[in-house]
């Protein structure tokens, strides 16, 4: 009973002597600059998170399967193995077929990555001492809407309208129905027009390259832009001719150098219910002057441009100024660390032997090697000559066997003395694709005189490759590459379309571009070749014979969602 009594005593004591650190305790209105910090630290770790997923085997692979590999670029080693990808490419496939739900899946997943750093944004507690935080968190959200864009973007093409997941979606409702695909383009637009608010307004270097800038919101904009504009893409109320005014405006900012107000870029006065300083909260501009009238300066304009095309695709030239979005690589199995951040990815285009899917170039994107000068650097069949060796004497590793002859694609081979192809950073966009979409709107705009000379950018740059200035010239078998007249405007449409085909080639867009511009049945006519083997296959090519017009143009829901969603999720047409 002593004891009880003692230890009672003793702890009234304890109590009472702390009364006064009690009363002391510092408010809690605030946050520490060291716990800032620490909330900013998980938001980089968040986004990173989400290029990893870019960065991933399952989404590259599924960007060379859907955007290149069913198109009139490439044959492929299973175009007659019998195997699921076979009935992908060939258009036999049913609404189970595995790679349709692999794409349909790691697109969602990065949507639900992307959602996590957005909605984090809007918890995050400011401290308006800590010296850069409004200005990271403005980075970190931009990239993070871009991202989302994109993997909305890469569904909305493939499926049509698609489920819109939001950063504030709960799991109290098993299953969303599909917006329209005029709802998920308009949602896309939306979060890209935002995020070139906040995106760095620079190009990040150094430590901080491979991040996405201004250049990639941009450039993202006006493909999504050009999209809604096209005849071959579905909308259920299209306004084409508006669509192309506005890919012209962006394109007066981002190659002419046009500035253009934050209410221009947001369309804010027509599209928004929320106030000024609720959108400045939630986009992290709290801390800036700026007003709907504010001005995004034209200099924008000088953060990008191209450079020469035969350094373009060397592995020394990562994170150049003509790279708008790349997804950076990195061996670390020299280290012995178990950190992969290879890339698999470009095996498949340097060996069409590979185990997963092994590509070569088709007969038709062959016969432009000798009448374009870029051929030398997109396809090859004989690699003896000097252009396949570095300065060691060492050849390039270019693998085939039995595929289209021997002939391989090259704009991706690595030089022994640059590296491995490991490394090779994974390109989502380059600035001479902006320039294709401006000459393209330009000339949709009934600007031809303009549209060529944009074009003429990317045409210049070409025939710089056989010229005396380009070390490499001396191999190119081409002789000429004139620039275009200014012509009318079905001509420039078709000169503009040549140049997406060689200048874009192998770069995941191919079957979208000729799903868009409605020119897919004709190409698709060319590769059943009327059921004739093919010239350098040696084997039929099945796909024209198999696809059906108003129908494949787009690719099933998969069945397990409509399934799972007990018809929630309704399927598309023909499936």
Excluded at 25 to 33: D, H, L, Q, T
Excluded at 201 to 212: H, L, S
Excluded at 286 to 293: E, F, I
Aim: glycine residues 6%.
């Amino acid at each position: 009973m002593k004891k009880i009594i003692l230890f009672i005593s003793v702890a009234l004591i304890t109590i009472f002597s702390s009364c006064d650190d009690f009363f002391d305790v510092e408010p809690k209105g605030s946050i520490s600059e060291g716990d800032y910090s620490w909330q900013i630290n998980n938001l980089r770790i968040s986004l990173n998170a989400v290029y990893n997923l870019i960065q991933s085997e399952d989404y590259q692979r599924s960007e060379l399967i859907f955007g290149e590999a069913i198109s009139d670029n490439m044959y492929t080693r299973q175009d007659n193995s019998g195997s699921e990808l076979t009935q992908l490419i060939n258009f036999q496939f049913n609404t189970e077929n595995s790679y349709i739900l692999k794409r349909y899946g790691v697109n969602y997943r990065g949507i639900n990555l992307a959602n996590q750093v957005i909605s984090h944004v809007q918890n995050l507690k400011f401290n308006e001492n800590y010296s850069t935080g409004f200005q990271e968190v403005r980075y970190i959200l931009g990239q993070a809407k871009l991202m989302r864009a994109l993997f909305y973007f890469n569904l909305v093409r493939t499926y049509g309208g698609v489920t819109i997941q939001t950063e504030k979606s709960t799991l109290s409702r098993t299953a969303i129905p599909r917006s329209s695909a005029d709802e998920v383009y308009a949602y896309i637009e939306k979060d890209l027009r935002e995020a070139c608010l906040i995106l760095y307004k620079d190009r990040f270097k150094e430590q901080n390259a491979g991040q996405a800038g201004i250049g990639a919101g941009l450039g993202m904009l006006m493909k999504t832009l050009a999209y809604q504009a096209s005849p071959g893409i579905r909308l259920e109320n299209p306004n084409r001719e508006q669509k192309w005014k506005e890919v012209c405006e962006i394109g007066e900012l981002f190659i002419d150098g046009k500035s253009m107000s934050y209410e221009k870029m947001l369309k804010f006065s027509d599209n928004y219910t929320e106030s000024w300083e609720d959108l400045c909260k939630r986009l992290a501009m709290a801390d800036l002057d700026v007003t709907p009238q504010t001005e995004i300066p034209g200099d924008v304009a000088n953060v990008h441009g191209l450079i020469n095309f035969n350094e373009l695709f060397r592995l020394k030239n990562k994170f150049n100024k003509e790279l708008l979005f790349e997804i950076n690589h990195y061996d670390y199995s020299s280290f012995g660390l178990s950190v992969d951040e290879r890339n698999k990815l470009y095996v498949c285009l340097t060996d069409n032997e590979s185990q997963y899917i092994g590509v070569a170039p088709t007969q038709n994107l062959m016969e432009m090697k000798d009448s374009d000068p870029r051929g030398l650097y997109t396809v090859a069949q004989d690699t003896n000559t000097d252009f396949f060796m570095d300065s060691n004497g060492n050849r390039a590793s270019l693998t085939w066997y039995n595929i289209a002859g021997g002939w391989v694609f090259s704009r991706y081979m690595v030089y022994p003395n640059e590296g491995v192809v490991a490394e090779r950073n994974y390109i989502i966009m380059r600035y001479a694709e902006a320039l294709l979409w401006y000459a393209e709107a330009l000339n949709e705009t009934e600007n031809q005189v303009r549209a060529t000379e944009v074009l003429n950018k990317v045409r210049a740059r070409a025939a710089k490759l056989i010229t005396v200035e380009c070390p490499d010239s001396k191999y190119n078998k081409c002789l000429s590459c004139p620039l275009y007249n200014i012509m009318p405007y079905q001509e420039v449409k078709k000169n503009i379309q040549y140049e997406r085909r060689i200048e874009l080639a192998t770069e995941f867009d191919r079957w979208y571009d000729i799903v868009r511009l409605d020119i897919v049945n004709e190409r698709m006519v060319w590769m059943s070749k009327n059921n004739v083997p093919d010239k350098n296959s040696g084997k039929p090519r099945w796909r024209g014979k198999y696809f059906k017009r108003g129908v494949n143009e787009i690719f099933p829901i998969p069945q397990q969602e409509v399934t799972l969603s007990n018809g929630v999720i309704t399927q598309n047409f023909g499936y």
